[in-house]
């Protein structure tokens, strides 16, 4: 239901930082018009459209959710931008092996069967290729319960510690496993979220939006965020 709310609403930027961050990692990533960068679980298109327009890369956008990917193809006919979307599932996905210099998932990890998500990206990725990855994290165990409410919520099948995604990465062969934590909150998101509606949106889906606000309040402090970036 949580993606659904994210989908239907059509909010870019659906990942802790925003554009905002997405633009400060990406300063110091080498970027150009020969590189080949796949945006996993691209939403609406906005790091896509992004790093078509700022860098002139060639980009590839694939989300699971057809709504999803009607949407991003939107923003790419309005902004004349040259980005291929493709829906697809980045546990298994019709893409050839070793072609992207960076992959990127931004809040996107989190919500697949990991392990195969992650071994799908090694395959993608060139050799000496880069993962970039936003994603949920908890500072500390919490009571099975509580953990329990928020992988309910969120449809996730675990809810990881920065170890324990580092491990995922070291268990698929990625290396200079790098980790950014940012002092900023979860909640704290300095680039406002812009909205693509659909026209017609489920009365529960204004709860979820509700309850997602809820539970950031609800688990501050303990529910985080970190970027990674490996090299394959
Ligand atoms: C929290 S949203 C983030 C969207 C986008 N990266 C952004 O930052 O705005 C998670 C996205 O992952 C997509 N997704 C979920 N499971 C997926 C899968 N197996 N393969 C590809 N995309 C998936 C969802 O449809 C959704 O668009």
Redesign the pocket.
């Known amino acids: 239901m949580y993606?659904d709310f994210?989908?239907k609403f059509g909010?870019?930027?659906?990942?802790p930082g925003g554009i905002k961050l997405t633009k400060q990692i990406f300063e110091n990533e080498r970027i150009n018009k020969f590189s080949h960068i796949l945006?996993?679980?691209?939403?609406?298109g906005?790091?896509s459209a992004y790093l078509a327009a700022r860098y002139g890369a060639k980009v590839t956008g694939?989300?699971?959710?057809p709504i999803?990917v009607e949407k991003a193809k939107n923003r790419m006919t309005k902004y004349q931008l040259p980005v291929e979307i493709i829906q697809?599932?980045?546990?298994k996905?019709p893409l050839p092996d070793s072609k992207y210099d960076i992959i990127i998932?931004?809040?996107?990890l989190s919500?697949?069967n990991k392990p195969r998500?992650l071994k799908e990206i090694f395959r993608l990725l060139k050799y000496d290729g880069r993962l970039i990855a936003n994603e949920l994290t908890i500072n500390r165990r919490l009571g099975s319960n509580y953990e329990e409410e928020i992988k309910q919520f969120y449809g996730l099948d675990s809810i990881l510690m920065e170890k324990d995604w580092i491990t995922l990465f070291e268990q698929v062969d990625f290396k200079n496993i790098k980790t950014f934590l940012r002092k900023q909150s979860i909640l704290q998101n300095d680039s406002l979220p812009e909205f693509q509606y659909s026209e017609y949106i489920e009365p529960e889906l204004y709860k979820i939006m509700q309850q997602h606000f809820n539970l950031m309040v609800k688990y501050q402090g303990t529910l985080d965020y970190r970027v990674f970036i490996c090299t394959k």
């Not at 909010?11 to 990942?15: F, K, L, N, Q």
């Open positions: 993606l994210l989908s909010v870019s930027g659906a990942h945006d996993v679980g691209c939403g609406t906005q790091t694939m989300d699971f959710n999803m697809g599932s980045i546990e996905c998932a931004e809040s996107v919500f697949v998500a």
